[in-house]
């Protein structure tokens, strides 16, 4: 069983179009991080949000934290070939880091 | 800037044998990671190392341990490799003083692992 299940897990979208990708979960975090992740590369961070209802935005993307602080979503506006990737979700619960298995995300040109 | 380094990229070893995954870092951060990425499972934690000196178990340790003796080194062994354990294999370090996950984690660019 996945402590964060991510929705979908694949995304093939045109260029242009606006999509949202989930992150859920049954248990409350302190604080939950998107990463992107491009092929033959590891993650980078995107954001790490940290209060409940919280919303950022970077660019085109925009990340909320659900008010329980149980789930997370990440929406993006216009989506362009370089949004490509695999986009993970990930909490800490102590000194155990979890990451969701993903949203494989292909945007075509 | 190198950031995280890891040795090899990629390797193929018979079932059996004993490997070493190499994971270097200049940033000068306290706490280091290492996981494993399985198509489907995404990453799994398996050893950490808040500081040097110490390290932990993380969600998938069996099969692997891990030595923290300075900073910057934290490797990877499998005493006696097993075809399960043909993963890709990432090495991550943050300045992550609270241990919160507040903190960016930084990754390397991975080792492709084939154990046959």
């Known amino acids: 069983t996945q402590l964060l299940e991510q929705s979908p897990q694949f995304l093939s979208i045109q260029e242009g179009e606006n999509l949202t990708v989930y992150c859920n979960s049954s248990?409350?975090?302190?604080?939950l991080q998107w990463y992107r992740q491009e092929p033959g590369e590891g993650p980078v961070l995107l954001v790490t949000?940290?209060?409940?209802?919280e919303v950022k935005k970077l660019k085109r993307l925009t990340f909320q934290f659900g008010d329980a602080r149980k789930d997370s979503s990440l929406h993006i506006t216009a989506a362009q070939p370089g949004d490509t990737g695999l986009y993970l979700c990930?909490?800490?619960?102590?000194?155990?880091?979890?990451f969701g298995t993903g949203t494989s995300l292909t945007v075509i040109p | 800037i190198a950031g995280i380094t890891q040795a090899p990229t990629s390797q193929i070893l018979a079932a059996g044998r004993r490997m070493t995954l190499r994971c270097t870092q200049d940033?000068?951060?306290?706490?280091m990671y290492w996981y494993r990425q399985d198509l489907g499972l995404g990453l799994r934690l398996i050893h950490y190392?808040?500081?040097?000196?110490?390290?932990g178990k993380g969600e998938v340790p069996d099969g692997y341990s891990v030595s923290r003796a300075n900073t910057d080194d934290f490797p990877l062994t499998l005493a006696s490799a097993v075809p399960s354990q043909t993963s890709v294999y990432f090495c991550?370090?943050?300045?992550?003083?609270?241990?919160?996950?507040?903190?960016?984690?930084?990754f390397g660019p991975g080792t492709r692992l084939t154990v046959l």
């Open positions: 991550a370090s943050s300045d992550d003083q609270a241990g919160d996950l507040t903190d960016t984690q930084y």
């Open positions: 248990s409350v975090f302190s604080s």
């Open positions: 949000v940290v209060t409940g209802g």
């Open positions: 990930a909490v800490s619960t102590g000194n155990q880091f979890y």
């Open positions: 940033m000068r951060h306290n706490a």
């Open positions: 190392s808040n500081t040097a000196g110490t390290t």
